[in-house]
T-cell receptor, first 114, second 113 residues
Framework: EAGVTQFPSHSVIEKGQTVTLRCDPI?????LYWYRRVMGKEIKFLLH????????ESGMPNNRFLAERTGGTYSTLKVQPAELEDSGVYFC????????????FGPGTRLTVL | GESVGLHLPTLSVQEGDNSIINCAYS??????FIWYKQESGKGPQFIID?????DKRQGQRVTVLLNKTVKHLSLQIAATQPGDSAVYFC????????????FGTGTRLLVSP
């Protein structure tokens, strides 16, 4: 069974540009999470989808970040416009059940904003 | 790797030794705790979990201990191997109905042959 996959693995963009990250969860997992680690900090939660609905978006830093999960399968996270402090590693995770289930992580996308 | 710029406490051990990695969690309302291992260039990988109604759980070569009185979690790795070298994170889930993981800062484990 394939694990969580993320694309791209690395992205380097200029400040002010737009970047879209993609996450494909494990097949059949209704729960999809986005996390990120910016330089020098711990991994922080961004948001949680249950199917196509946003269950919890309390970690989204500001309105430059837009997450979607149309159709309840893969998800995208768009940063527009990107700022220097957005640099870091963005992780996606998925789980089968809503409560108390293991979250399986993808390899992450390293975003560098110059 | 993505740990550049992240100043992590480091535990250095010899191959074959037992390792103990400690974590202080933040919220007494947390009811589920997980240890993750992260190798360079990879995402966090689940190791073992424990619920707040337990104080000890064992897996293959790993044991997690939970002390709710002092909000302390530890991961014990028996007969540590070079392949165990990685960054280890504890994470907690609050008893709020939301399932977001709250991660600790991590500990780097270095295993020498």
């Amino acid at each position: 069974e394939a694990g969580v996959t993320q694309f791209p693995s690395h992205s380097v963009i200029e400040k002010g540009q737009t970047v879209t990250l993609r996450c494909d969860p494990i097949s059949g997992h209704d729960n999809l999470y986005w996390y990120r680690r910016v330089m020098g900090k711990e991994i922080k939660f961004l948001l949680h989808f249950v199917k196509e609905s946003k269950q919890d978006e309390s970690g989204m830093p500001n309105n430059r970040f837009l997450a979607e999960r149309t159709g309840g399968t893969y998800s995208t996270l768009k940063v527009q416009p990107a700022e220097l402090e957005d640099s870091g590693v963005y992780f996606c995770a998925s789980s089968l059940r809503l409560v108390g289930d293991t979250q399986y992580f993808g390899p992450g996308t390293r975003l560098t904003v110059l | 790797g993505e740990s550049v710029g992240l100043h992590l406490p480091t535990l250095s051990v010899q191959e074959g030794d037992n390792s103990i990695i400690n974590c202080a969690y933040s919220n007494s309302a947390s009811d589920y705790f997980i240890w993750y291992k992260q190798e360079s260039g990879k995402g966090p990988q689940f190791i073992i979990d424990i619920r707040s109604n337990m104080d000890k759980r064992q897996g293959q070569r790993v044991t997690v201990l939970l002390n709710k009185t002092v909000k302390h979690l530890s991961l014990q790795i028996a007969a540590t191997q070079p392949g165990d070298s990685a960054v280890y994170f504890c994470a907690e889930i609050l008893n709020t109905g939301f399932q977001k993981l709250v991660f600790g800062t991590g500990t780097r484990l270095l295993v020498s042959p």
